[in-house]
């Protein structure tokens, strides 16, 4: 069964640094797109950011630009989310997510592999 698991959650103080990892079940996964989204406790899930991997190509949310890095290690099957000056409004439970998409994309609905959320707390 193809699986997503991400790690790396937890509590940190605002201007601290999380790294969030991904780990995919199948090498499948390498022809995909990857991407990270978040949802906030009582709003709409939201996109961060994407990853091709066969190219390393990125996209970001302007809301994590410069804050937030998405990257991938072949060797692992693993995708990473290096969060940097994190802020409280960034509080959010981080999904990881994967589809056979040839572009990148924000629009959620396009991705037909999810992990099952790891939760990411920011205090002031």
């Known amino acids: 069964q193809v699986q997503l698991v991400e790690s790396g959650g937890g509590l940190v103080q605002a201007g601290g640094s999380l790294r969030l990892s991904c780990a995919a079940s199948e090498r499948t996964f390498r022809t995909y797109t990857m991407a990270w989204f978040r949802q906030a406790p009582g709003k709409e899930r939201e996109f961060v950011a994407a990853?091709?991997?066969?190219?390393?190509?990125?996209d970001y949310a302007d809301s994590v630009k410069g804050r937030f890095t998405i990257s991938r290690d072949n060797a692992k099957n693993t995708v990473y989310l290096q969060m940097n000056s994190l802020k409280v409004e960034d509080t959010a439970v981080y999904s990881c997510?994967?589809?056979?998409?040839?572009?990148?994309?924000?629009?959620?609905?396009?991705?037909?592999?999810w992990g099952q959320g790891t939760q990411v707390s920011v205090s002031s």
């Open positions: 990853i091709k991997w066969s190219t390393g190509t990125t």
């Open positions: 997510a994967a589809g056979p998409i040839v572009a990148l994309t924000t629009r959620a609905h396009e991705y037909n592999h």
